[in-house]
């Protein structure tokens, strides 16, 4: 099970507490896994990456292992620490301002 940290405004979207846990069938990308957590919390959809394209929205970055996983590809496999269940991936929603 991959665990999912989802920003505060989205966990209550998706009425959860805390971090999420996820199955991903084959193999562990961060496509596969946005599928697999929009499968899961339906009213997801739309809100981390676009319906169509499904390209990540603006103002919303994906973090693994401390590292910025959002201009990756999302064909790219996860980390093994995030496969693994050891550390969590995390969705955050970006500020911006001046």
């Known amino acids: 099970m991959i665990r999912?940290?989802?920003?505060?405004?989205?966990?209550t979207l998706a009425q959860v507490i805390s971090e999420v846990e996820i199955h991903v069938d084959g193999q562990a990308t961060q496509g596969a896994l946005l599928?697999?957590?929009?499968?899961?919390y339906p009213m997801l959809r739309g809100t981390i990456r676009d319906q169509v394209t499904k390209e990540r929205r603006p103002f919303i970055r994906f973090f693994a292992c401390g590292e910025d996983l959002s201009l990756e590809s999302p064909?790219?496999?996860?980390p093994d620490p995030i496969v693994k269940g050891v550390e969590p991936f995390r969705i955050v929603g970006?500020?911006?301002?001046?």
């Open 94 to 98: 970006a500020m911006a301002g001046g």
């Open 75 to 78: 064909n790219s496999p996860l």
């Open 35 to 40: 599928d697999a957590l929009e499968s899961k």
């Open 4 to 11: 999912v940290v989802i920003p505060y405004h989205l966990r």
